[in-house]
């Protein structure tokens, strides 16, 4: 891995470090990442990395990082981006819990969370990305305005989701119980989502704003 983060990237954290938790001592810094000051995107488990690689491309005034704590799976996702030519995408090997480590606060402008696991049962829920803590750690790194983008198949991570933000200080906007016939527009489908839509699935999506960076409005759609 350490090859392929230098050949495709040039940036890419010490995950063992990281798994043993020794303190991450250089912060992520954008103009010394990018070399500009461009707002930053970050995609929290990116698996092989379509739809991040499609939003840097769509978006090239937007500099994107995509989490991914599976190190095969961020390889594929790597190598893809290194044979696009892609400029403005860069990766992160590890885990959510230490994005606070990472980035300083306020310096991500928008956070998506594509089809993140659900952990179904209640003795793991502390593990799903849309719990208290993780609410926590995404108010600290995002900017003013910031924003959080959700998108999954599974209806009782997204009643659990709209819970937690809505008992944690985030304003929804867009919530959507049938994102490919709501009125929302701009989507890119990721790998899961193209599989699930052939399946006839239902895709449900939200956006949250922290309260403090909004108005308090909750639109349904």
């Not at 198949?153 to 490919?180: M, P, T, Y």
């Not at 489908?189 to 108005?215: C, H, K, V, W």
């Amino acid at each position: 891995m350490e090859k392929c983060g230098t050949v495709c990237l040039g940036w890419l954290p010490d995950y063992i470090a990281e798994q043993r938790e020794r303190p991450i001592t250089q912060p992520f810094d954008v103009k010394t990442v990018f070399g500009n000051e461009n707002p930053v995107h970050l995609e929290i488990g990116c698996g092989k990395g379509r739809f991040i690689q499609q939003m840097a491309e769509e978006n090239p005034n937007r500099n994107f990082i995509a989490l991914e704590q599976t190190p095969n799976v961020l390889i594929t996702a790597m190598e893809r981006t290194m044979e696009s030519g892609i400029r403005n995408l860069r990766y992160y090997a590890g885990k959510a819990e230490y994005l606070e480590k990472i980035f300083v606060s306020g310096s991500v402008e928008m956070i998506y969370l594509n089809f993140s696991c659900p952990y179904p049962k209640e003795s793991y829920s502390k593990h799903r990305l849309t719990h208290p803590v993780f609410l926590k750690i995404y108010r600290s790194i995002l900017n003013e305005g910031g924003c959080i983008k959700q998108k999954t198949d599974n209806r009782r991570l997204f009643e659990f989701s709209i819970e937690n933000f809505s008992q944690n200080g985030f304003s929804l906007r867009n919530v959507s119980l049938d994102l490919h016939n709501s009125k929302i527009t701009g989507n890119i489908m990721t790998e899961y989502e193209e599989r699930f839509t052939q399946m006839g699935l239902p895709i449900f999506y939200l956006e949250a704003y922290p309260e403090n960076f909004s108005d308090k409005v909750f639109t349904f759609k």
